[in-house]
């Protein structure tokens, strides 16, 4: 039988954060080749821009905005979401995400690679 258990993604996982300590980063699922996928839990504090470089052609990502305002840039082209919002882009383009406002930001990022 298959045993199953219940995370608090904030408790029970280590976050990662950024140089600047104002990107929190939870790895709610690690990569697994069978899946081909990742999914993490993501906090912007105010002031907060993450710039990621291109990944491999095939990578695409699935944001779902949850609480907030994002500015995702993908290439040349800037997108504001507003939670709840949600976007997919093919991520084989530098791209960033961005907290311009005065509150933190959450979403979540699917990555299909």
Do not use: C, W
């Not at 939870?26 to 821009?49: R, T």
């Not at 905005?65 to 997919?88: C, H, M, Y």
């Amino acid at each position: 039988m298959q045993e199953y258990a219940a995370v608090n993604i904030k408790k029970d996982l280590k976050p990662v954060y950024d140089e600047a300590d104002q990107m929190v980063l939870y790895n709610v699922f690690p990569f697994d080749p069978v899946n081909g996928f990742e999914y993490f839990f993501i906090e912007l504090l105010p002031g907060a821009v993450h710039q990621s470089d291109a990944h491999e052609e095939s990578v695409e990502e699935f944001i779902v905005v949850t609480e907030g305002t994002l500015t995702l840039t993908v290439g040349s082209q800037q997108f504001t979401l507003e939670a709840p919002s949600k976007i997919s882009f093919r991520s084989n383009v530098p791209h960033a995400y961005a907290n311009y406002g005065d509150a933190k930001v959450v979403f979540q990022n699917i990555m299909k690679y």
